[in-house]
C-alpha cells in the first residue's frame, strides 16, 4: 500500500490512512475482489484480487484528478477513502465466504473509531462518509457529495468486468 499511500500528500491524513491500513484483516492481501467472480475484472480476481482493485480505483482517481478541479486535501479525500474502501468487504475478523453487503457501512464504523487528533474531524468524518457510500445505489445510503461521487465513480469502474489496467507500468503495481 506504500505506493498507494505515497500519492496522498497531507501528512495527517496520509498517517491517518496508514494506521487504518494497519488495521486491515489478513484476509484483505488475500482474497479477490469479487466472491463470486462475477463483477470485478481479471487483475481484481484470486490470491490479492481486492488490493489488484484497491490499485485500480486509485488508477482511475489519479487520471480524474487530471481534469477536475479539486485541491490537494480533496483529492487526499479521495484517495484515502479509496485505499479503504474496501477493507472489510468479507467482513470482520477472519472474513466470511463472500462479500457483506454493508462493508461499507462496517468499514467506515471500524475506521472511526480513535486517533481523532491525527485528522481535523471534518476531514475524517468526509473519509469515513465516502467509504460508507462508495457502493452507490447498491448501499444503503448513496452518494451525495461530489467527493462522495467520485469514490463511487472510481470504485465502479474499476469493478468493470472487461477492464484491464496494467497498474505496474504506472506504478502503483
Known amino acids: 500500500m506504500d505506493k498507494l499511500l505515497r500519492w496522498i500528500k497531507d501528512e495527517r491524513v496520509k498517517s491517518w490512512c496508514q494506521g487504518?491500513?494497519?488495521m486491515?484483516?489478513?484476509?484483505?492481501?488475500?482474497?479477490?475482489?469479487?466472491?463470486?467472480?462475477k463483477h470485478h475484472p481479471r487483475f481484481a480476481q484470486g490470491e490479492g484480487g481486492l488490493v489488484g482493485h484497491t490499485r485500480g480505483c486509485v488508477w482511475f482517481a489519479l487520471q480524474l484528478f487530471e481534469v477536475l478541479d479539486l485541491d490537494d486535501l480533496e483529492q487526499d479525500i479521495i484517495l484515502a477513502a479509496l485505499i479503504l474502501h474496501d477493507g472489510f468487504k468479507y467482513g470482520g475478523g477472519k472474513g466470511q465466504e463472500f462479500t457483506v453487503d454493508d462493508h461499507g457501512e462496517l468499514a467506515?464504523?471500524?475506521?472511526?473509531?480513535?486517533?481523532e487528533d491525527l485528522v481535523k474531524n471534518g476531514v475524517r468524518h468526509m473519509i469515513l462518509d465516502c467509504i460508507e457510500k462508495h457502493m452507490g445505489k447498491w448501499g444503503k445510503r448513496l452518494p451525495e457529495t461530489e467527493l462522495e461521487k467520485i469514490v463511487h465513480l472510481c470504485d465502479y469502474l474499476a469493478s468493470r468486468k472487461d477492464l484491464d489496467i496494467r497498474c505496474n507500468k504506472v506504478g502503483l503495481g
Do not use: M, N, Q, R
Open 20 to 22: 487504518k491500513v494497519e
Open 24 to 37: 486491515l484483516p489478513a484476509y484483505f492481501w488475500k482474497v479477490p475482489a469479487s466472491s463470486t467472480g
Open 108 to 115: 467506515a464504523s471500524i475506521f472511526a473509531a480513535g486517533e
